[in-house]
């Protein structure tokens, strides 16, 4: 299913202006509007995704029609009774991962989490370094979200009003100037038809991106996926589990071979694939990778002399935006070129320019 997932997309964005630097090479606006925000503004938020991200995305679940309607869901909610369903059905959705069953991650009694702060700091830690999520693991953030979860009503007022005033004052406006694009985007990708093929085939066809083997743990027991364009995510992937479901977000884009109305999907394709050009270390590790059939991560950083988070930082833009193709290797990422992908962007920059 192709569609907008307001609800889902607004979440997504204001997680990219609540942390601009944890990821390089999405769209301008983020940063833009990330220096908008007032240290308070910028704050809050970092506590609402940093650390109760969670709930506000299982909420997002209950099929709202737009970001008003979500809102104004929580506020008709009853403090205790909105922590208490939200975290439990984030907390089961936690212990149904297959990663954090493989790991054997003993799951506390959600009571003992509440009332044990250090418990839940642990137990908070453990699941985001196992599901790769160390950038939103900041203590203070989750020390706070662990406060506020044993005041519900003072949690639910920091729910309704920031987010509200992020709606309003941030989203809202970018919402509407962003919409013809994602419509746009949506329509042509429903005139095609991807109920005969495969998962891995409709990602490809729809987001341009080979993720077999990065999304197997994801895909565990799914019967419907929804697909929903992003203005926000750059060349990234935002998938959202839930049960038997998954939503991916995806770089607003159109179908190969149908042309845009609006020139701005266009540009905006080509900048977040250019953007990824536009950087030293980036173009040094490809024109290594013309010298080498395939290099591991650690390869790269001992002949580019990177540091680990530089290398990760400039190794995941080049996978995302296509250039790079990432497999593991007995636990370690490798690498090699994506010559039909590097061939794709070659045409697409050629036949703009050209006005083909």
């Not at 962003?178 to 066809?205: C, G, K, M, N």
């Not at 179908?255 to 980036?282: F, H, K």
């Not at 790269?300 to 296509?322: C, E, K, N, P, Y």
């Amino acid at each position: 299913e192709i569609g907008l997932e307001l609800v889902f997309n607004t979440l997504n964005s204001l997680t990219l202006i609540s942390f601009p630097d944890a990821n390089y090479g999405v769209d301008a606006w983020v940063e833009r509007a990330a220096a908008t925000l007032s240290e308070e503004q910028a704050q809050r938020s970092r506590v609402l995704i940093g650390g109760l991200y969670g709930l506000l995305t299982v909420f997002a679940e209950r099929g709202w029609n737009d970001f008003p309607a979500y809102l104004e869901g929580l506020a008709a909610q009853e403090p205790i009774i909105l922590r208490d369903e939200l975290m439990a059905q984030s907390y089961e959705r936690v212990a149904m991962t297959p990663r954090v069953r493989r790991a054997g991650i003993v799951m506390p009694p959600v009571e003992d989490l509440l009332r044990d702060r250090e418990r839940y700091l642990a137990f908070v830690t453990e699941v985001a370094e196992m599901e790769g999520h160390e950038k939103f693991l900041v203590s203070e953030l989750n020390e706070e979200a662990h406060r506020l979860l044993n005041h519900p009503a003072e949690m639910q007022s920091l729910m309704v009003d920031h987010l509200s005033e992020m709606w309003d004052q941030v989203l809202s406006p970018e919402w509407e100037r962003t919409l013809p694009l994602l419509t746009e985007s949506v329509e042509a990708f429903r005139q095609l038809d991807f109920h005969e093929i495969t998962p891995y085939e409709a990602i490809r066809a729809i987001t341009s991106r080979d993720m077999r083997g990065m999304l197997d743990d994801e895909l565990v027991g799914v019967e419907h996926i929804i697909f929903a364009p992003s203005p926000h995510v750059g060349p990234y992937i935002s998938p959202y589990s839930a049960e038997k479901m998954i939503r991916i977000l995806f770089p607003v884009r159109m179908p190969e071979g149908v042309r845009p109305r609006a020139p701005e999907i266009t540009r905006s394709e080509l900048l977040v694939r250019l953007s990824a050009l536009a950087d030293d270390s980036r173009l040094r590790i490809l024109e290594l990778l013309t010298q080498h059939d395939e290099l591991c991560a650690q390869d790269v950083i001992i002949m580019l002399d990177l540091s680990q988070s530089a290398a990760s930082r400039h190794l995941r833009q080049l996978t995302a935006t296509g250039y790079l193709i990432e497999r593991r290797i007995e636990g370690s990422k490798c690498y090699r070129r994506n010559p039909e992908r590097i061939e794709e962007i070659l045409r697409s920059v050629s036949n703009y320019l050209l006005g083909r």
